[in-house]
């Protein structure tokens, strides 16, 4: 009786073991199904390593290297397989390293390990299995190795960057107050420009005014006199006796009249010399008979004698005067007078006549 209770615990040990390994088994399969690409590949590695079915495998086998044999337990058992990374020398009783072949021994079956390393690595579908995973574990030490490296340089490029940002908003609103100078200074040059026009316009003006208060005025030069000599005299007779104005004028035709400077001598013993006279005459159609009248001098004109009468102009015509003047004696221009304050030139002898408003406008003739 004891025999027969002790057969029936041992079979239902054995059918609860069954049980087991068939859950076991069910497991697997699940969570074969449930595997990631890669999660494959590394299963598929390690069984073509290490054999699948572990089912009756004995307690312990015996590995053969030489003629040595140890006992190295299950190596077949799943909880304890052999993957590539697990793989390492096996060695002799003396602990040298054996030159033989790597044996294993399964139900009576001989395994030489080198031969299944070899025709594992040169399998094809184990290369490509393997080849994804090892490529990803280097790109990945690559990746690190590379951004170790870069990152002082990404760090350097950061900082230049900020910096030519720094430059950039720098140099822009350097820009922006060039422009807002550059705007200033071309409203100060209009400005300037219409002060300027202004002035001129003034000056112009003035001039004018200037120029009517002398309209009365007549200047002779190099007239012949001695220092006690009267001028209103000396004029009254260059106008009747020389310029033979009719009827003849009188000192009451006379305002003012008097000389400009000093007396010319030719040496300083002489009594008389030559002088410049300045004569107001009370009526404008006074001045204009002498003035019209002026060219019946050249006649009396000899080495002694070299009388002449022009207008009383401002020092602004006066400088137009001396430009036309020196214009003529190159021949640039073909004749040049005044007449009323108004100063007058021609190019050429058929031409008309230019007036004359600023010296800016026979500046190319000096």
């Keep these: 009786m004891p025999h027969a209770h002790t057969s029936k615990a041992a079979q ?15 497991s697997k399969e699940a969570s074969k199904n449930s595997e990631t690409p890669s999660q494959k590949d590394k299963r598929k590695i390690e069984e073509t390593l290490s054999p699948a079915n ?3 495998v004995p307690a312990s086998e015996t590995v ?14 799943r909880q304890r397989t052999h993957s590539l990374g697990d793989i390492t020398d096996i060695t002799d009783a003396a602990g040298e390293k054996s030159d033989a072949s790597l044996k294993l021994s399964h139900q009576g079956k001989t395994y030489n390990m080198s031969h299944l390393i070899q025709q594992t690595l040169s399998n094809k579908a184990f290369i490509d299995s ?10 990945s030490h690559l990746n690190q190795m590379i951004e170790n490296a870069t990152q002082p340089l990404k760090n350097q490029l950061a900082e230049h960057q900020a910096s030519i940002c720094t430059l950039q ?6 820009n922006d107050r060039i422009s807002d100078a550059k705007e200033e200074n071309q409203q100060l040059k209009d400005e300037i420009k219409g002060l300027a026009e202004q002035v001129q316009d003034l000056e112009g003006r003035h001039d004018d005014l200037e120029q009517y208060g002398r309209r009365n005025n007549l200047r002779f030069y190099n007239v012949p006199m001695a220092p006690t000599d009267d001028t209103e005299a000396l004029v009254l007779d260059i106008c009747n006796n020389k310029l033979k104005l009719s009827p003849p004028i009188t000192t009451a035709d006379i305002e003012r009249c008097h000389i400009i400077g000093t007396i010319t001598k030719a040496s300083p013993e002489d009594e008389t010399g030559t002088a410049q006279i300045i004569c107001k005459f009370k009526g404008w159609k006074t001045k204009k008979q002498v003035y019209k009248a002026k060219s019946s001098l050249k006649k009396f004109k000899t080495p002694q004698y070299k009388v002449f009468i022009n207008e009383d102009l401002t020092r602004k015509r006066q400088s137009m005067i001396k430009i036309l003047s020196s214009a003529k004696k190159v021949d640039k221009i073909d004749s040049y007078w005044s ?10 002898d058929t031409s008309n006549r230019i007036l004359v408003k600023n010296i800016s406008q026979i500046d190319l003739l000096e």
Excluded at 12 to 26: R, V
Excluded at 130 to 139: E, G, K, M, R, T
Excluded at 169 to 174: D, P
Aim: charged share 40%; glycine share 6%.
């Design 12 to 26: 239902k040990e054995k059918d609860k073991q069954k049980e087991k390994a068939k859950k076991k088994e069910t």
């Design 54 to 56: 572990t089912h009756d």
């Design 64 to 77: 053969e290297t030489g003629s040595h044999v140890r006992d190295i337990g299950n190596p077949f058992r």
């Design 130 to 139: 393997i080849a994804p995973l090892l490529a990803a574990s280097i790109q």
């Design 169 to 174: 908003a720098e140099v822009s609103e350097t």
């Design 339 to 348: 007449f009323d304050g108004r100063v007058y030139y021609k190019e050429t």
